[in-house]
């Protein structure tokens, strides 16, 4: 066992050479119980090592990154290792003790918190049940060996090596809805065997899940009002009913997401106002009451929607589209109309529509919004109205749009200018002939 003094602090654990085995330290139990060691590498921050000697069972495992220099803002401080190493032992000993009544079916692993978590959204809502289901399943079930790692394992490296294996295809967008899915679930794991599991998985979860930054292709997808116009009007020129033109129309209008826009009801559209009452996104606000969000639309778009709008009552769905089952290998017929589920329901449109417009290639659905933030900023709307029209937060706006704010404001302060200079002495010239 090492001495306490030997990595305790940062200055100490910097003088240290680097080591393969770890340096250890008992914190609890004497030599048979809980050890904690730290872990030298030839470069680079070390890492905190756990270890529990408990009647003839060890156990030893990762713990987390220690807080040396160059060391990533999640990692441990030595008091809170000690902390955590504790944490951890009696979790493990809880395991150890129901092993004998099928206590390691209990230690939940990737695969079966996504599993869990699919059972538990399709049960809330099928459709989105299901989007979620295939994206796992494809991208995360499909990697065995990432879905066949216990929880008790699981670190931010193991996260990070999983990231590494997806395809460099995948767009950043649809990465970081898939990063959102893997965490919700292994959150709800983790909370769920909170018991059995080490007390720094939420903080490896957290590390290992981070969103990647998608804001240099968001501002690819955003086009000047002439170009929306051009999709607006495609998008009615390729459905006859008219059901995917208002969808993009409400879309463009208001900026909302598609999830938004779908749960629209017929009240939700106040003509007299000139507004269109979009409900908020339900991410974060498990148990709250959502409260619509008043977005004003031009007249046009009113009477555009007028034909959703006739003889219907206020709660019903505003955007309905006519659903359709296979009936044969290329055959299909209209079974009824239901509101738009998942935006998936109308790519085969905005693939046509957008061909239709001349679109630039790629531009995908999002652009409506992307340009409604951006349309906002240019007007001179301040930034914390555009986030809040947009139901998103000012860091978002600022973060993915800073170039436009900049404008936006220069333009405002340019207005501000005064004349501040002394104006010139106008200097008399001799005219010809005016002596004589």
């Known amino acids: 066992m090492a001495k306490p003094s030997s990595f305790d602090s940062v200055a100490k654990r910097v003088r240290l050479p680097p080591a393969k085995n770890p340096r250890w ?17 030839a470069r680079g921050p070390g890492a905190w090592i756990v270890k529990l000697v408990i009647d003839g069972n060890r156990v030893e495992q990762r713990l987390a990154e220690a807080d040396d220099p160059g060391s990533n803002p999640d990692a441990l401080s030595y008091p809170v290792a000690v902390t955590a190493a504790i944490d951890w032992a009696r979790a493990q000993v809880r395991r150890l003790d129901g092993e004998g009544e099928g206590g390691d079916a209990e230690v939940p692993s990737v695969r079966t918190a996504v599993e869990a978590y699919v059972t538990a959204r399709s049960a809330r809502a099928p459709a989105a049940g299901r989007d979620a289901e295939k994206r796992l399943g494809k991208h995360v079930l499909a990697d065995q060996a990432f879905a066949d790692t216990h929880l008790t394992k699981l670190n931010a490296d193991t996260i990070r090596a999983w990231r590494q294996r997806l395809s460099s295809e995948l767009q950043p967008t649809t990465v970081n809805r898939l990063l959102n899915d893997l965490r919700a679930a292994l959150n709800a794991a983790a909370e769920h065997h909170r018991r ?31 170009e929306i116009r051009r999709l607006v009007d495609a998008a009615f020129a ?104 998942t935006a998936s329901a109308a790519l085969r449109l905005w693939d046509r529509a957008r061909t239709r417009a001349e679109a630039p290639p790629g531009t995908v659905m999002l652009c409506l919004r992307h340009s409604s933030i951006v349309r906002a900023l240019s007007a001179g709307v301040p930034v914390r109205l555009v986030a809040a029209l947009h139901d998103t937060s000012v860091q978002m706006i600022e973060d993915h749009y800073s170039a436009y704010i900049v404008e936006a404001t220069e333009e405002i302060a340019r207005r501000a200018i005064t004349p501040l200079a002394p104006s010139a002495v106008a200097t008399l010239q001799p005219v010809d002939g005016a002596a004589a």
């Not at 979860?205 to 998608?214: E, F, L, P, V, Y």
């Not at 009113?302 to 206020?314: D, K, P, S, W, Y």
């Open 25 to 41: 330290l008992g914190v609890s139990g004497g030599r048979g119980g809980v050890s904690l060691g730290y872990r030298k590498p």
């Open 196 to 226: 059995v599991l080490p007390a720094t998985l939420a903080a490896e979860i957290r590390t290992g899940t981070k969103a990647i930054s998608a804001g240099s292709s968001a501002r690819k997808q955003i086009l000047p009002d002439a």
């Open 238 to 341: 390729v459905d006859e009913t008219g059901d995917f033109g208002r969808l993009v129309l409400v879309m463009a209008a208001t900026g909302a997401r598609h999830s938004q826009v779908a749960r629209i009801n017929v009240g939700d559209v106040q003509a007299a106002r000139g507004r269109i009452m979009v409900p908020p996104s339900n991410k974060g606000r498990a148990g709250k009451r959502p409260t619509p969000i008043a977005v004003p639309v031009g007249p046009d778009v009113i009477e555009r929607l007028q034909v959703a709008l006739a003889g219907r009552r206020g709660h019903e769905p505003l955007l309905l589209h006519w659903r359709h089952r296979q009936v044969g290998p290329v055959t299909w017929e209209r079974v009824d109309r239901g509101p738009w589920a």
